[in-house]
């Protein structure tokens, strides 16, 4: 499957090990024009590969585990937000002014689900902050959409004026983004061969993670999606947030599998920061590109400090071009690049079946890390990865590496690029099949299964998500 190999070649891997990827088809899951489930596939099976290929490196096992990727299993991970119970409740996913808008010649997407992007986007409407929908619509339908794009952005808010994919094409910050790779990737320095310790290869799960610590520097749902498969593999994930910035209570159990959580003002506590990072292994960041430099957290100077360091970076339209400082989410992207037209119907904007943008890019974030590491075992050095939203959505406008949504595709090259698919496509079982039940602290949770799997790897997380804020700023 091409896709695969695509997604495998993008974090750094060598061809071979590809021979021990398999794929569970599912040809009712993830249903859209793109070729949704391909990229999906891709994603979570490069990181599962990678996950298996460093478990191998550590165990000093002769062969890379055997990865299987489930179109199932990698459905409902796609869709955790939206799967995620707790107590019975469903989650709040978007707020009501987080929605497309009808405006004087055409249409704009906003984002409001935390109060203060609400609140910005209010207040360029010139509406009290208990402005109902209807309200807004009333006074976005006399805009025009480039206008309050470029408003909103400017007050700090999150607006997108909807563009078709010729329109995007045409934008400057494309271009930008069509000039770079899948993944970035970097090695800034020659800091001596990191010595991981050895894992017990009789060992009843093999976590390739383990011993690892990694500081979580990230909010919304790619970088999250990132760190929590890490947690899943074994390493200490330590998640820190400014006590300004409260999360999404939701949103926050359903990527804090396996995770702790701590509140850091870096303002005035910059001592405990440096403490943390001088422990460090990998460093996580998720804020928008230069949010977090005038703290010294930009990637170059966070492994300038910690010589050996894996850091890792996603945003949501790189850290370049016309719009390389600005914030978005994954239903903005779709919007700018012109997803929402594709998937449209009857002249009104449509959207992908889940955040793909966002799952996608977390895999592969993971899957970069977890290749940084491998090749930092053989030849040391610092590692930078950096990916973004809008370069994962030029890759599935493009194709993805096959027809959309194509379940037995040939790959090019030969048997040595492919990826063998299950023997025909296996019906889609009960969703059940892909959710669990953990008790926590939160209260009982019902939530996807992992969709990262390989022979002899984890079932499911270590622990459950705590509150928001509950730990100490500490390392174990």
Not at 223 to 232: D, E, I, K, N, W
Not at 337 to 354: C, K, R, S
């Amino acid at each position: 499957m091409p896709e695969i190999n695509e997604a495998w070649l993008a974090v750094g891997g060598a061809p071979g090990p590809l021979s021990r990827v398999s794929a569970v088809t599912r040809a009712d899951t993830l249903g859209a024009r793109l070729p949704v489930r391909n990229l999906a596939r891709a994603c979570v099976g490069a990181c599962a590969l990678a996950a298996a290929e460093l478990g191998a490196r550590r165990a000093g096992l002769a062969e890379v585990p055997a990865v299987t990727v489930d179109d199932g299993a990698v459905a409902a991970a796609f869709h955790s937000e939206r799967l995620l119970r707790v107590d019975g409740r469903a989650p709040d996913t978007f707020a009501p002014l987080s929605r497309f808008w009808r405006t004087r010649d055409g249409w704009v997407r906003t984002h409001a689900n935390y109060p203060h992007h609400r609140d910005r986007l209010l207040r360029v409407l010139g509406l009290p902050r208990d402005a109902s929908p209807e309200r807004v619509a009333d006074r976005l339908a006399g805009r025009s959409a480039a206008e309050t794009e470029e408003a909103v952005y400017g007050a700090g808010g999150l607006a997108v004026a909807l563009r078709t994919p010729g329109q995007w094409q045409a934008h400057a910050q494309a271009a930008e983004v069509a000039a770079r790779p899948l993944v970035e990737r970097d090695r800034p320095d020659t800091a001596r061969v990191r010595v991981l310790p050895a894992l017990d290869p009789d060992a009843a799960v093999l976590l390739p993670a383990a011993g690892l610590r990694v500081l979580d520097l990230t909010r919304v749902l790619a970088g999250p999606v990132a760190t929590r498969t890490l947690a899943l593999l074994g390493a200490d994930v330590l998640r820190v947030d400014s006590p300004q910035l409260p999360e999404l209570p939701d949103q926050h159990a359903d990527t804090g599998f396996g995770k702790r959580s701590a509140v850091l003002d870096l303002t005035t506590d910059r001592d405990t920061f440096e403490e943390l990072l001088g422990r460090a292994d990998v460093v996580v960041t998720g804020y928008r590109p230069g949010a977090l430099d005038r703290f010294g957290l930009a990637p170059e100077d966070l492994a300038a400090r910690r010589p050996g360091l894996v850091v890792a970076q996603v945003s949501a339209w790189g850290a370049y071009g016309p719009w390389g400082g600005r914030r978005g989410f994954d239903s903005l992207v779709q919007v700018a690049t012109g997803i929402a037209v594709t998937e449209g119907a009857a002249g009104e904007p449509g959207a992908l079946p889940a955040q793909a943008l966002d799952h996608g890019t977390g895999y592969l974030l993971a899957a970069a890390v977890l290749r940084a590491l491998t090749e930092q075992s053989y030849e040391g050095g610092s590692r930078l990865v950096r990916l973004a939203l809008a370069r994962t959505a030029r890759w599935l406008t493009s194709g993805t590496g096959s027809t959309p949504n194509s379940e037995t595709g040939p790959a090019p090259g030969g048997e040595a690029s492919g990826v063998a698919p299950a023997e025909g496509a296996a019906p889609r079982p009960d969703p059940d099949a892909w959710l669990a039940e953990t008790d926590s602290a939160l209260g009982r949770l019902r939530h996807a299964r992992p969709a990262v799997s390989f022979a002899g790897g984890p079932a499911g997380w270590r622990r459950p998500p705590v509150p928001w804020g509950t730990d100490p700023a500490a390392w174990w």
